[in-house]
Every structure is written in C-alpha cells, then in structure tokens.
DNA sequence: CGGGCCGATACCCGCCGGGTATCGGCGGCG
DNA sequence: CGCCGCCGATACCCGGCGGGTATCGGCCCG
C-alpha cells in the first residue's frame, strides 16, 4: 500500500522508487502483484508516466488513512512504551496566552500527566492527530477538518483583520467583511504550502509562516484574518481591527475518534471544567457549552 | 499486527495460534519481533496464559483501527473496481418504511447508482462502515458509537416501550421513564451478544436479534424501549406505549468521515433533500437541520 | 513429586521481496 | 522519416524472513 500510494502521488515509476529507497522493477511487480490481488486496474500506464483509474483513486484515498493509521499505532505505542508524555500540536505561531492557561490548569490538576507542546505548521494539526505524530492538538473551527475526531469547545472569539497600522483603516473600530473582501481584491494572495508541502506557482508573496505572513502584513502587501486573540502574538506594528459580520472562530481540543487514553481523557476532562470556569468567569451566564461531542 | 489483535484477545498463543490458522512458535516469534521494533513489552506471559501490559493495551486499540482501516481499504477497491452498487447497512428488523421512502426517493434520481441494502445484528453497522464493509449506514442516535463518522440527520422520533398486548399499561396513552424502569426492574434483563459476538453468562433470556427480542415481549418476559416508527414492524401482539419522558431517537445517514466517493457524496445529498422535504411537509416548518456534521 | 500445560528455543526449508541487466513501445526532435 | 531517449515490463538471481516440526524449561495442580 505504502508502494502504491507512492506511485500514485509521484504518477512514476522511477521517482517512486527513488523516494522509497528501491529500484524500479520491483516496485512495478508489486504493484502488478496488487492489482491482481484486488482484480482490478489501479493505474493507466502511458509512455509518458501513469494515470489513476477510479478503483486507484478509491485505494488511494483509503490507503492514505490505512497507513495513518499503522504509523499512528507504532508511534503511540513507543510513547506508552517509554512513559513519555502526551503530545500536544499547536499551529506554529498560534499560542495564545489561552492555550497556557489551560496548560497551567491542567499542571494543577493532581494527576495530571505532563504534556509536550509540539507546533506544527498551518493546518497540519490534523494530520498529526491521524497518524499519532500527537494525542491532542488546538484547532480552529470552521478552518480545519474535524472528520474522524472528537473535540470538546475551549472558546468562542471574534474575527480581526489584520493590518499594517499606518493603514487608513487600522484606526477603525471595526470593518465588515464587504469591506475587508474589497481590500484583499487589491492585493495579491499570498501562496501556502499546500498538504504536499510544496508552495503553488502563481503571482502572490510566498509564505511559509506567521512570522513571514505578518512581515507582510506589516508592509502593506497583504491582509489576513485572525481570532481575535491573536493579538497576543502580534508585531507591534501590525493592527487588529475587529470585522462585525464575520463568523466567529472556535477553538477546540480534539483527539482522535477511536478510543481515548486515559491520559488524554484526563486532560480533556481538565479542558472541559477550565473551559466552563473562564466562561462563567468572563459572562457569569450559566455554561451551555462544555460537554465533549462526537464528530 | 493481525497477530498481536489475536493473542490479545485470546490471551493465549495456542489458541491464537489455531484461530490464525499457523502453528504456535512462529506466533511466539512474531510477537518478540514486534516487541523487539517497538522497544517495550506488550504481553505479560504467565504459566496460564498472557496478560495486556499498558502499551499492549495501547497497541490493541490502535491495532484494531489500523486493521479495519486496511481491510476497508481492500473491500472498498474491491467494490469500486466491479463497479458493484453501493451497500447500505441497516439494523435487521429495524428497516421503517421511511427508509424504503428514501430508497425510492433515491432510485427516482436521474445519475443515482444502485444501492444494496444490507442487513446486520444490532450494533453491528459502525463496525461495517469501519471495516469497509460498507459505505453508508443508517444509525440512531444516542445509541450508536458516531467517532469517526459523518453524518446527517433523517429524522427525530419519540420513543416507545414494548409490550405484550395484555399487559396492564399496554391500553395507556403514555408512560414515564420512572414507570418504564419500575416495570423492567422485575423483570430478568435479556442477554444480548457482545461486540465479540459471544452471549454473556447471566440469568436473563439469551437473545440474538429483534425477532427472538419481539417473542420475548410478548409473552410477557421482558419489555424494550424503541422508536417509534418500529410499529411498522412489529408483531400483531405486542403494544407500543409512547415513554413521555425519554430522550427522542435520531435517525442518521452515516458514512465514514475519512473521504468520500461520489456514490455516496449523492445519496447523501439526496437523503438531505429528503429529509427536509418531508419535514416540512410533516409540520410545515422551516427546515433547522438538513446539513451534514462532521463528527 | 510427577505429569501436563504453556510459552520459548533450535533448526530447517521454501518463497517472497529485493537487486541488476535488458527489452518493448511511444514521443519528440533533428 | 528515422533515431534517440524516456518509461514501464520482463528475465533472472539471491538472501532473509515467515512458515513448519521437534524439543526444552518453568509453573501449577493433583
């Protein structure tokens, strides 16, 4: 499987080969080997390289999450194995002094485990929980993909555009997405890696960070949208102006759907009464939120 | 990894051994191997027999995982490369005549492919979404384990309790939980196979699918909660008392969260539709569910 | 104290998965 | 129009891994 996945991604034989480390030839047998198995045609061989037919696109997909899944039992395993401590996965450049509050509460707890914070680069929380690279992560509803796991809501917050601060609107009170939309269209979109981590050709700034996306903001070449409590983490040259219309941003603390550690059950647990407390704490309203869903 | 799910499970090589269809020493083997890679001890051997260590315990469930992802894998390539219809498995006996509503609902759509409807015992359907199996699933809320899964909502219902048609309560127009827990209570609780498909010891009546469930109601042996629309198939002798109190049934359209094919991308879209249409047309309201959620 | 159960070890074999060398076929370019 | 080069398939060889049988060592129980 982890053969084929390499065929159908490269779409050639020989490169395949190379990224896996073996020669061409048996790599053609094994994948013959496998189409026979299966009793179909996975690939469409031309002079020029190689096509997927439906039934491939079907084992691709099917045999990414399979071998997410294998990678995922070995690594968390080894963790049991040697004690160590739960993996927690952040975006790179996103923790909010919220994230350290929960991490301090949890600390407190009496048999709390320790926890490694681990950053990662944008959205690749995910796959880090589906191939057991982490336990847990923060993620940023409705930005990332919540299928094939569970999450408990930590907090709703706001949208801010950010913004260079000698900016005409960086003085406002708060724009609408209308307005924001209108002022992105002027400027060019800056390219992200994207899941293959390889930056797309096109026109705009490439960027592979928040540090180099907020370079550029701070020079005017470019806008972007934020939770409002990014202003934790901004330059100090970069303005947040709120947008009042744009949907709100959750932060979630998700785990992978198909059972649960103890450990991590504790600090979900943990997650849920801190989150619950910081909201009575902040509205004195009764908690309505708090309770851990399936997704 | 097939091979460490069954010496956990058996906790004995020998038997484990017999049921992999290998002689016992190269089992012995493998699991060293295995503990070998991973660097720790996953089984505690005993002179009766083998025990879980904790990263055996970690290594079973993310075995299981692993392994359905795999099996799924094969069978759904298997299935996409015959070009074989889609399998939808639903509980046995619990098929209402809205599901055949929205079979023919789907079949009317121009470009809908065939779909073939599959029986499974109770509780069995996650496990065939998991294990490939099957692509598509109707389940109830809350008894159905959603980890892992997506979903939409067909429709709520009011739950039931079964019982012979001559019991005292049978002519009453609705019961509380608090009565319907006091009746069962004298009765013994009938045993249902477990995940392993194995009945547990117990005093109860042993049952194996809603038919044998069905006779025991009506003689009076035992008493069941349901949804409401299982009236449609349920024996002439047995009354179905509204429970006023208990927590109304979801029925759901469930796929596996992980990717999904066009086949199933449609029926969905064409359950969604569904389900608003004769929601409205049941009460004339605006439709407030209807979209899929990620779970 | 002896027998039987259970897992580990010793040893052998066949075949699967890897390697190199080479072929066949198709495109593109001179 | 024909040749060259790229790409996947085939032929053939080898080593090691995964399977088998025979047997051992330790523990519980009678």
Request: glycine share 16%; charged share 35%; proline share 0%.
């Given at each position: 499987m982890q053969y084929f996945v390499a065929v159908a991604e490269e779409r050639h034989f020989g490169r395949a080969a190379a990224r896996l480390g073996i020669s061409q030839p048996p790599l053609s047998r094994a994948i013959r080997l496998l189409e026979r198995r299966l009793g179909t045609e996975l690939l469409e061989r031309t002079s020029r390289g190689v096509r997927l037919t439906t039934s491939g696109e079907v084992l691709l997909r099917e045999s990414r999450a399979a071998l997410d899944a294998v990678a995922a039992a070995e690594r968390r395993t080894r963790r049991a194995a040697g004690a160590e401590p739960l993996v927690l996965v952040v975006?790179?450049?996103?923790?909010?002094r919220a994230i350290a509050a929960l991490l301090d509460a949890h600390a407190s707890e009496p048999e709390a485990g320790p926890v490694r914070l681990e950053p990662c680069g944008v959205g690749e929380q995910v796959r880090w929980l589906h191939d057991g690279r982490a336990d847990v992560a923060i993620l940023h509803l409705p930005h990332d993909?919540?299928?094939?796991l569970e999450f408990v809501e930590l907090s709703h917050e706001p949208q801010v555009a950010l913004l260079a601060?000698?900016?005409?609107?960086?003085?406002?009170d708060a724009i609408t997405v209308a307005e924001f939309d209108a002022l992105r269209a002027t400027l060019p979109e800056p390219r992200w890696p994207g899941a293959d981590g390889v930056v797309p050709d096109g026109p705009g700034p490439a960027v592979r960070d928040h540090g180099q996306l907020q370079a550029l903001v701070a020079l005017g070449q470019t806008t972007w949208l934020a939770p409002a409590s990014c202003r934790d983490v901004l330059r100090a040259d970069i303005a947040a102006v709120p947008v009042r219309d744009a949907p709100p941003i959750t932060t979630v603390l998700a785990w992978p759907a198909h059972g649960t550690s103890d450990a991590v059950a504790h600090l979900v647990a943990t997650a849920m009464r801190h989150a619950r407390t910081t909201r009575d704490a902040a509205?004195?309203?009764?908690?309505?939120t708090g309770s851990a869903r399936t997704s």
């Open positions: 975006k790179a450049g996103a923790t909010g993909e919540m299928a094939g601060d000698w900016h005409d609107h960086a003085t406002r509205r004195g309203e009764a908690a309505d």
